[in-house]
């Protein structure tokens, strides 16, 4: 039996988002052309939960989008798996717009080139950066988050999971470890 432990709790998620949001607006000296883009599961909820956030503290004119990466990743023609396609909904230029790309969980980076390669296919944004409630390493591309919730230290074989209330019962991160 796997050993589970949770890492961040429905509180714990929130303050993260909280922190994220202040950082956000902090590094890019406000909203102004600023953009949040959620790679399609998990990021898209937290990116429309950041634009709440940022909203509460004056920003109202952040934009949203949701960018599947399916046919964008490296291991289509290595897997079994038949892809899922979902929708890619960016209703707004990302021409010369500082876009935060938002994702739940850092790994290897492979999810994080497949999305700033299909980000491109939308346009051409003055910068990208990347806000992740979990940075978790292990690292096989040279990515780096500039926005992190929770930096954890796990094995290769540990299962990092990110549930969330909008898909599961309940808000919270645990690890199985191996």
């Known amino acids: 039996m796997k050993a589970r432990k ?5 509180q714990g998620i929130d303050r993260s988002l909280t922190r994220i949001a202040c950082e956000i607006l902090e590094k890019n000296k406000g909203a102004e052309d600023l953009v ?3 790679i399609r599961t998990g990021g898209m909820f937290l990116a429309e939960r950041l634009r709440e956030k940022i909203s509460g503290m004056g920003e109202d004119r952040i934009l949203v989008g949701i960018l599947d990466i399916t046919l964008y990743r490296d291991d289509l023609l290595t897997t079994d798996r038949k892809p899922r396609l979902g929708k890619t909904d960016i209703p707004f230029s990302l021409d010369n717009k500082k876009v935060v790309l938002v994702d739940d969980v850092l790994f290897t980076g492979r999810t994080t ?5 299909a980000l491109i296919d939308f346009g051409r944004p003055r910068l990208i950066q990347l806000a992740v409630l979990i940075d978790r390493g292990n690292r096989e591309l040279p990515i780096r ?3 992190v919730g929770k930096n954890i230290s796990s094995s290769l074989c540990d299962d990092v999971r990110v549930n969330l209330v909008e898909l599961k019962e309940r808000d919270e991160v645990i690890v199985s470890e191996a």
């Open 113 to 117: 080139r497949a999305a700033m390669d």
């Open 145 to 147: 988050a500039d926005f």
């Open 36 to 38: 949040l883009v959620g």
């Open 6 to 10: 949770v890492i961040l709790d429905s």
